[in-house]
């Protein structure tokens, strides 16, 4: 009957989301109760953003230290059900291993000169230099990505070859160099905690994706294919048909003189027969 599989992520270091599956004995009406503490509270709190779907409990906490706390204290959780039936569950949940970054927001794209400089907003949550961020980008002219991992300087990075490449840089700013002028390119963004910070392995979701340049044309390209070999075809029939009867005004045909004399000798044989 006891609260099964309890999963917590600890969300731009604001508030604690935390889910679990009903017991497999639990009554299908079993209501589920969370409670929560940590060394600084005075006594337990109760959580009272609750959600149910298809017996897959949730509920939501705040939860924020000073942004200058180097050391985070143990998150204890209580869930117990609603009679005496049901088992309570206590669990001990360490919160520098449940960070999960926010979404970056704000990403800006321009081009100087054969560079591409992107930028996004920096987390208002997070102490200094306890993040790193992950740029992805991928050109149009490629099916398959290929992905690449490049560490901290973006100076070091090969000229624009591959479909799909990863950059992970500490600031909330980096540049791509030597990019095709005729491409289109398309970047995102998330966020991932330090090791020497936190021992989180979750990172932020990718932001919206965002493009710069523009990608050629395909249906001009697909045109251009059909229409210039039948310009071809067409000027050729045409040349041969003028060719030809300026051959005919240049040259014009020699007679036969085997007609010219046969035609001769048929109307004197005719002339003859009439006298």
Request: hydrophobic fraction near 35%; include cysteine; proline fraction near 7%.
């Amino acid at each position: 009957t006891a609260a099964m599989d309890l999963e917590c992520i600890w969300h731009n270091l604001e508030y604690m989301d935390c889910r679990w599956f009903a017991g497999k004995n639990a009554r299908s009406d079993t209501k589920y109760t969370l409670f929560y503490w940590y060394d600084g509270l005075k006594s337990p709190k109760k959580c009272s953003n609750y959600s149910v779907h298809e017996r897959i409990f949730g509920c939501i906490f705040n939860l924020t230290f000073p942004k200058v706390t180097n050391t985070y204290p143990t998150i204890s959780i209580l869930i117990k059900g609603d009679s005496e039936e049901i088992r309570p569950v206590c669990a001990s949940k360490n919160p520098t291993t449940l960070v999960k970054p926010a979404t970056p927001k704000t990403v800006r794209l321009s081009k100087v000169n054969n560079d591409i400089h992107l930028e996004w907003s920096k987390s208002d949550t997070f102490p200094a230099n306890c993040l790193y961020y992950e740029v992805k980008y991928h050109n149009s002219d490629l099916n398959t990505p290929q992905i690449i991992k490049v560490s901290f300087h973006y100076f070091q990075l090969p000229v624009l070859s591959c479909g799909s490449f990863i950059i992970c840089v500490e600031y909330n700013h980096t540049s791509i160099p030597s990019v095709d002028p005729n491409t289109k390119y398309t970047f995102s963004v998330r966020a991932k905690p330090k090791p020497e910070c936190y021992s989180s392995k979750l990172h932020s979701d990718w932001s919206e994706e965002k493009s710069i340049g523009k990608k050629p044309d395909s249906t001009l390209y697909f045109v251009l294919i059909i229409t210039i070999p039948l310009i071809v075809a067409v000027s050729t029939i045409i040349l041969l048909f003028y060719l030809k009867r300026l051959k005919i005004l240049i040259l014009p045909p020699i007679p036969d003189p085997r007609e010219i004399l046969k035609r001769m000798f048929g109307e004197q044989n005719e002339d003859s027969q009439v006298s």
